[in-house]
């Protein structure tokens, strides 16, 4: 099992579910939803190694890395010209790159090429509401018999909302808005 295979630890999936960590199917269900979130963010959340993109200028002194933590920015091609980090740019774990010497972004596309790192390395670095989300996905796909909108048992009735089968709940759409990929005139 790879390290960045799944978005949160199998085994509180497997404890919330009474399950071994090993269950194939608790298993199958973590990596759909895990599958699922970085699909709706567009990109792995895990670490990324110098990832190479091309940006559109925005005329301003900031502009918006697509992805977040940035962990290193080891080149910025201005038109094809390398501009020195601490002189030309500057950038945070945000995912902000910044014009320094009273200088802006050019206002033209496709003009930046930016080789940079993004990504939590390891899943103990993930953020909390990203697992929970997973999780949460995981559990009800798990536990939610597919179609199913109401079941009853003995003297039992359950119904299941549309948004647990489909798993659009608050928590996911909160995470997915927050981590998803973001435009460079977003500053």
Request: with cysteine; proline share 5%; net charge negative.
């Amino acid at each position: 099992m790879a390290a960045d295979e799944f978005l949160a630890d199998p085994a509180e999936l497997a404890a919330k579910l009474g399950r071994s960590p090993d269950d194939p199917k608790l298993l199958y269900e973590l990596r759909a939803a895990t599958r699922r979130f970085r699909g709706q963010v567009h990109h792995p959340v895990t670490y990324v190694p110098e990832d190479v993109v091309v940006l559109d200028g925005n005329g301003r002194e900031s502009l918006l890395l697509p992805v977040w933590p940035t962990t290193a920015v080891s080149s910025v091609l201005l038109d094809g010209v390398e501009l020195a980090e601490g002189t030309d740019y500057s950038w945070s774990d945000a995912g902000i790159l910044r014009r320094l010497g009273g200088l802006l972004w050019p206002n033209r596309l496709r003009c930046l090429q930016v080789t940079y790192s993004h990504g939590w390395n390891g899943l103990d670095q993930v953020p909390g509401d990203i697992q929970e989300a997973v999780l949460e996905r995981a559990e009800a796909s798990f536990t939610i018999p597919v179609g199913v909108q109401s079941k009853a048992v003995g003297g039992q009735s359950v119904t299941f909302g549309a948004q647990a089968a489909a798993g659009a709940t608050e928590a996911w759409t909160k995470a997915v808005d927050r981590y998803k990929v973001r435009a460079s005139g977003d500053v």
